[in-house]
């Protein structure tokens, strides 16, 4: 009884389990006879084919024929991690303006929590700017010494004996300009009674019209007379015509005889050697080449 009792157990046990892969196979093939002589391969020529195909060793566990219970996951090879990019590079511009932001905020510590830690990081920060900058104006200092051709100041002299040197030289230039100026130029002056600048002007503007033999045209902007320049006429549109807008006064205009063109001087009250300076300027010298 007990004998029959399991193996009723079994045989339901048995109907239960798997049935392996290897038992679909109904076809029989029979395994070829042992040779002594030739050697045992354990695996077979289709197992072998995917064994090469699929890349050797890590096949080996999905090759197997485990069942139809049975799930292979081929192992994924890991990327390859990317290579870390750089750091970005920041620009001088930046890091000049991170200086500075650094500096305020120091400086902003050390005069709200006056600490002496605070003050002597400042103070030492700061230390550290100022020794930079030294290092750069006299690396331009040198700079300039060993190539000429880049000093301003050769052009423009910043010292003492440099600026008197020049300035003598352009009052020559200026005065020999302005002995020939008479033969090609003259000069308009607006000018109203009213304007007290005026009573200033008109004697100055006649020095510098003798010295240098330059005729003048004085314009009355209000019908007035003028004591220095008796000759004087009431302005009847001239001004417009000569692109001076407003009624401004003194204003000067060097008018040109040969092209008939005015060239305008300026408006308010000048001095005798800023009025031949700008006449020398603006009919002698070329936009740029001054500076």
Sequence with gaps: MKIKYLSVIASLLLSFAPVPAIAQNTSYQERPSMDDSAPVSTSTGRDKGIYDQEGGESDLYCRRKLGSWFY????????????????????????????????DELKA?????????????????????????????????R???????DDYTLQRPVSTIGKRAWIDNRKADRNAAMARLSQRYGVYYFYAQSCSACEIQAPIL????????????????DGGPNRVFPNYVVDSGQRARMGLP????????????????PIPIGTGLMAADEIMDRIFVLTKTKPGSDF
């Design 206 to 221: 006649k020095s510098v019209s003798d010295s240098n033999r330059l005729s003048v045209v004085a314009v009355s902007m």
């Design 72 to 103: 292979c996951d081929k192992p994924k090879a890991k990327p390859a991690s990317p290579a870390s990019a750089p750091p970005p590079q920041i620009s001088a511009d930046a890091q000049l303006k991170e200086i500075g932001k650094q500096l």
């Design 246 to 261: 407003g009624n401004a006064t003194p204003a000067l205009v060097l008018f040109d005889t040969l092209t008939k063109r």
């Design 109 to 141: 510590q050390a005069i709200l929590e006056p600490t002496e830690a605070n003050v002597l990081a400042y103070i030492r920060f700061q230390r550290e700017q100022l020794d930079r900058s030294s290092t750069f104006a006299d690396v331009w200092q």
């Design 143 to 149: 700079a300039l010494w060993q190539n000429p051709q």
